[in-house]
């Protein structure tokens, strides 16, 4: 039986303007690339000469397209933007299926920006399309986060859809309470097992927290960390707090030469790569989340594949994924109650099954568990 050509059309994705963005839309489509042949798209738009500049590589088994437009201002420029990017997504398709040769179902993941063109290529080619969800907009206090325009477009591209996927049920739930009506199928988001495993490590008596972010601070309310791990370092020393970010520092530097934290309790990492995230996850006892919002946070699944428990607020979609069994949730915003959660876990209160819970998680996140979902689901659309 062949392989299905599947075509991930993609509002986010890592490129040269934002490297980062939809790094977990990337790992879909290689855990997808296991099981079928797949072309990714992605149009971006930077300051360059041309009007039009194409990037394509083969990426762990992705054919990886990227088309950057030029960018434009002001009425005019507005105009020729729009147009500039309808000719970016027809170059870069154009391209993908030369390379496939034809597109038999097409992936769209996050229906702002690329869902029109999606919406294009079903009408002129009759190629079907299911859509992976990620945004947090849907989840702006249980309200669409989206204006008038955004609307329209949002609920013309999921009526179009043959299948929408949110990464979590709490995803799902807002976009049924915001009216956007469709068959839904929820599938979580991907962990690189071959960087993400459990190994036992030898921390007795003290406990290593890791916390990993943008550090974003309306968002990753580390503020709220730094002022628990403070309380914390005043009572006892069997501890330490370690944070790794892609992010700006310098705030929480400052913020912890304010507090007068001493560097025993903490340690501030900057960028690091995936694989050496894996490897640093290895050593720690448990993993710290303390944001205002979430969908599906990718860094709790890792970190759970990597054996390590979670302390986490309780938003989002994260209480699908932490439980009696593998960490504790709390109140958004409670530094108290946070403080409280991790005494327990220091006093050994509180034991976890690390291996259990790597192995788990691994069954749920791993690419072939997600994978053979969405292959599931795109035989089905092209059957009916």
Not at 210 to 219: D, G, I, P, R, Y
Not at 341 to 365: G, H, T, V
Request: with cysteine.
């Amino acid at each position: 039986m062949s392989k299905l050509n599947v075509l991930f059309l993609n509002s986010w994705y890592p490129n040269l303007v934002l490297p980062f963005n939809g790094n977990f839309i990337q790992q879909h489509a290689r855990a997808v690339a296991l099981f079928c042949n797949v072309a990714s798209l992605q149009v971006e738009t930077r300051e360059q000469e041309q009007n039009i500049e194409v990037s394509k590589e083969y990426s762990e088994g992705v054919l990886e397209v990227i088309v950057y437009a030029k960018k434009t201002d002001g009425l005019f420029g507005l105009l020729q933007k729009i147009n500039l990017r309808r000719k970016a997504y027809i170059e870069g398709y154009g391209i993908i299926k030369q390379e496939l040769g034809s597109v038999d179902i097409i992936h769209l993941n996050v229906v702002l920006t690329a869902g029109l063109f999606a919406l294009y290529l079903k009408r002129k080619y009759q190629i079907p399309f299911i859509v992976t969800e990620h945004s947090t907009r849907y989840l702006s206090i249980r309200e669409d986060g989206h204006n008038l325009k955004e609307r329209k477009i949002i609920q013309k591209v999921l009526q179009k859809a043959s299948k929408i996927c949110p990464v979590s049920k709490d995803l799902k739930d807002a976009m049924l309470e915001s009216g956007y009506k469709g068959d839904y199928q929820v599938i979580p988001n991907v962990v690189n097992t071959s960087y993400f495993k459990y190994k036992r490590n030898n921390n007795a008596n003290f406990t290593k927290i890791l916390h990993v972010s943008s550090l974003k601070k309306e968002h990753k309310n580390w503020e709220g960390i730094l002022n628990v791990i403070k309380e914390l370092s005043l009572k006892r020393n069997d501890f330490s707090l370690t944070i790794v970010s892609d992010g700006d520092l310098e705030p929480v530097k400052k913020y912890t030469q304010k507090l007068k934290i001493c560097s025993a309790f903490l340690e501030i990492k900057g960028e690091k790569t995936t694989s050496e995230i894996g490897e640093i996850m290895q050593e720690y006892d448990v993993f710290l989340l303390f944001s205002n919002f979430e969908n599906l946070p990718c860094v709790i699944s890792e970190a759970l594949v990597s054996g390590m428990p979670v302390v986490s607020s309780n938003v989002g979609g994260i209480k699908e994924m932490v439980n009696d069994n593998n960490g504790v949730l709390v109140e958004v915003g409670n530094e108290k109650q946070l403080q409280e959660e991790l005494l327990l876990f220091f006093n050994n209160k509180i034991k976890y099954d690390r291996q259990k819970i790597a192995s788990k998680a691994k069954q749920k996140y791993s690419y072939e568990a997600v994978a053979n979902k969405y292959v599931t689901i795109y035989n089905e659309v092209l059957k009916k």
